[in-house]
């Protein structure tokens, strides 16, 4: 221990000589950086930029909050994004940023009874919303096989297990045989990696999980920097360039709703879907969180999302909480509707009901 | 003579039918094939909506040119459709529905669908669909509604006496027309297209139709909004299948393949209960 702290004094001085010099050169360039973006003429510097390295701007990496933007601000951001966008995909790729419609209140509802865990709005979330693929494939959705449980008990069980003993005594707790069989809704044993022939497989449901977008999300509470929000909609974006990639959020979701890009994504040309939203689909970079958006580019938009148009089954009900003719609001009138995790107070806007 | 033309009209129908049948399984046969080899090569083009054979749905390449979208994006393992580029392509208006007046309505005023009919294999065998046999010389219409055994369609229903839909209670001429055999028919004699199979399952299925009614069972692609957006509906017969409802209630599915384990992982044994 000691002798890990003690190190050869010529060698700390080099090391406070180098860490001297960085800090020096670190200080000096942010702000000739910070005075070339506060210029009037910073669009000229962004354009020079841009065709120098269409990779990353510097101008981007110095941008602020979207949602904190001047108009005219916004307008240059986008642009960046789509002309770098295009060049790198080779295709005229559009970044939308058109606000959430006023009076709506976005909510979702899927049918656990009918859901067959076929993984086909996990793909087509993908087809969408650009995420990575292949090995590094991020996926927004978790669709989860859970066993329907053993709920007749078998006789023959009744002998295998033991009463727990303790020292105080017998108390008739029972430890194994019919006392270790989950029966009915639990998750308990879920796999989400499930490779099976051909599904619904006998004996067990299934549960795709994604942004539950809660009115109280935990995830913005524990953003140290505000890149996640919930806008008027209700639905809870992120600034993909203004997050720092802390995870804090990913920490906080009890739903496992949110995917870190530990690397550069790995996004097809061809794969790539050009109509964008600057707060939904556009390509992430590396270091930043992402989750599901309710593929605000569409509904934002009067669409429905994509994984509720790919569903063979019709578990999923997508519309507007506030009102009434809307589908959900239809399904919660009717049907036996829960919320995942309730108990954590996060008031999710996704309910599952039973059809 | 009359007896000798109408047999070898039944041939040629029998004859038809098969060819058809082989020329399905083969096209699957090589597109599974093709899958296999060559997985990223080239988009599949022959897909399905809900079951296979079921809905066939073709992509069209650039259907929306504004952003180079083609109409439909199929999964590559399982030739299922997963992304629309067009939702209402190919659609027809739904046409007239019944009111019903209390707050079950639903709003059908920007309602389209599928058309059913193309994919019915004996209604597209001829230039006057069912009635190229049906035409009540060939064959003849029957004389009344009772169950007998059929000696054509096993295709569609194995044993017409054993007919898995109604459990005996229900027979083909309930709900298809005797004298008009391109139309459905309701109790009440009202011939109704194949396009709307839903005012003729509606009947007895009256819970479900209700549902379907109110947007809460089935499904509805396009725009999300209640009033004003046009929305693609699914028809009863774009998912179930009338005729083998008791003994098949759906066919299983191939599920897309699971996302990737995480990294330094094998397998994904952590994840078996140990009751199993």
């Given at each position: 221990m000691s002798e890990e702290n003690n190190t050869n004094p010529e060698e700390s001085a080099d090391l406070d000589n180098s860490r001297r010099d960085f800090l020096r050169y670190v200080c000096t360039s942010s702000a000739a950086a910070l005075v070339v973006a506060s210029e009037s003429s910073a669009a000229a510097v962004v354009e020079?930029?841009?065709?120098?390295?269409?990779?990353?701007?510097?101008?981007?990496?110095?941008?602020?909050?979207?949602?904190?933007?001047?108009?005219?601000?916004?307008?240059?951001?986008?642009?960046?994004?789509?002309?770098?966008?295009?060049?790198?995909?080779?295709?005229?790729?559009?970044?939308?940023?058109?606000?959430?419609?006023?009076?709506?209140?976005?909510?979702?509802?899927?049918?656990?009874?009918?859901?067959?865990?076929?993984?086909?709005?996990?793909?087509?979330?993908?087809?969408?919303?650009?995420?990575?693929?292949?090995?590094?494939?991020?996926?927004?959705?978790?669709?989860?096989?859970i066993p329907k449980g053993n709920i007749s008990f078998s006789a023959e069980e009744l002998e295998k297990g033991y009463p727990e003993k303790s020292r105080f005594?017998?108390?008739?707790?029972?430890?194994?045989?019919?006392?270790?069989?989950?029966?009915?809704?639990?998750?308990?044993?879920?796999?989400?990696?499930?490779?099976?022939e051909a599904v619904p497989d006998k004996d067990f449901f299934y549960m795709p999980v994604q942004c539950q977008q809660c009115e109280k999300p935990p995830c913005v509470k524990a953003c140290p920097v505000r890149a996640t929000f919930r806008d008027h909609a209700g639905v809870v974006l992120i600034d993909y360039n203004w997050c720092i990639g802390c995870r804090m959020c990913q920490l906080a979701c009890p739903y496992h709703a949110r995917?870190?890009?530990?690397?550069?994504?790995?996004?097809?040309?061809?794969?790539?879907?050009?109509?964008?939203?600057?707060?939904?689909?556009?390509?992430?970079?590396?270091?930043?969180?992402?989750?599901?958006?309710?593929?605000?580019?569409?509904?934002?938009?009067?669409?429905?999302?994509?994984?509720?148009?790919?569903?063979?089954?019709?578990?999923?009900?997508?519309?507007?909480?506030?009102?009434?003719?809307?589908?959900?609001?239809?399904v919660l009138a009717t049907k036996r509707v829960f919320r995942f995790k309730e108990e954590f107070g996060t008031y999710p806007k996704f309910f599952y009901y039973i059809g | 003579m009359i007896c000798l033309h109408k047999a070898s009209r039944i041939v040629v129908f029998a004859l038809s039918g098969f060819l058809i049948v082989g020329m399905g399984s083969c096209k699957v046969a090589s597109a599974a094939g093709e899958n296999a080899e060559t997985q990223t090569a080239k988009p599949v083009t022959d897909c399905y909506e809900s079951r296979e054979d079921y809905a066939t749905v073709s992509r069209t390449e650039n259907a929306v040119p504004e952003y180079g979208f083609p109409s439909i994006k199929c999964s590559k393992t399982t030739g299922a459709v997963l992304w629309y580029g067009d939702p209402y392509e190919g659609t027809i208006p739904m046409g007239a529905m019944p009111e019903i007046k209390d707050q079950t309505h639903g709003n059908f005023a920007n309602a389209v669908v599928k058309p059913r009919e193309p994919h019915l294999t004996y209604f597209n065998l001829g230039p006057n669909g069912c009635k190229?046999?049906?035409?009540?010389?060939?064959?003849?219409?029957?004389?009344?509604?009772?169950?007998?055994?059929?000696?054509?369609?096993?295709?569609?229903?194995?044993?017409?006496?054993?007919?898995?839909?109604?459990?005996?209670?229900?027979?083909?001429?309930?709900?298809?027309?005797p004298t008009n055999r391109n139309k459905l028919m309701n109790r009440r004699g009202d011939k109704i297209s194949f396009n709307q199979p839903q005012r003729i399952c509606g009947e007895c299925h009256g819970e479900k139709y209700i549902d379907w009614r109110a947007g809460i069972h089935g499904k509805i692609i396009g725009s999300w909004a209640s009033d004003g957006g046009k929305r693609r509906w699914w028809v009863c017969t774009e998912c179930h299948n009338p005729h083998t409802v008791q003994k098949n209630r759906f066919n299983p599915v191939k599920p897309e393949p699971p996302p990737p384990l995480p990294r330094g992982m094998k397998n994904a044994s952590h994840e078996r209960s140990e009751t199993e």
């Open positions: 020079e930029a841009n065709s120098a390295d269409a990779e990353v701007t510097v101008a981007e990496f110095f941008q602020g909050h979207f949602v904190l933007m001047s108009d005219e601000e916004k307008k240059q951001a986008i642009a960046r994004l789509e002309k770098r966008y295009s060049a790198q995909y080779g295709k005229k790729t559009t970044v939308s940023d058109v606000a959430a419609p006023d009076g709506v209140l976005f909510g979702y509802a899927l049918d656990m009874s009918k859901c067959i865990g076929c993984r086909r709005c996990v793909h087509a979330c993908a087809e969408e919303n650009n995420q990575s693929r292949g090995e590094s494939a991020i996926q927004w959705i978790q669709v989860m096989k005594g017998d108390y008739g707790v029972q430890v194994g045989g019919n006392a270790y069989h989950p029966a009915g809704l639990t998750t308990e044993g879920a796999q989400s990696y499930y490779q099976d995917r870190f890009n530990w690397g550069e994504p790995n996004l097809p040309a061809e794969e790539m879907n050009p109509k964008t939203h600057y707060f939904g689909n556009r390509p992430r970079m590396k270091g930043v969180m992402e989750k599901c958006t309710f593929c605000v580019q569409r509904t934002r938009e009067g669409r429905n999302p994509a994984c509720l148009e790919a569903c063979p089954v019709g578990a999923r009900k997508f519309g507007n909480l506030l009102d009434p003719e809307s589908d959900v609001r239809k | 190229t046999c049906h035409d009540g010389k060939t064959v003849p219409n029957p004389k009344d509604g009772k169950p007998r055994l059929l000696s054509m369609h096993q295709d569609i229903v194995e044993n017409s006496l054993e007919l898995q839909h109604g459990r005996g209670a229900v027979w083909c001429l309930d709900c298809h027309s």
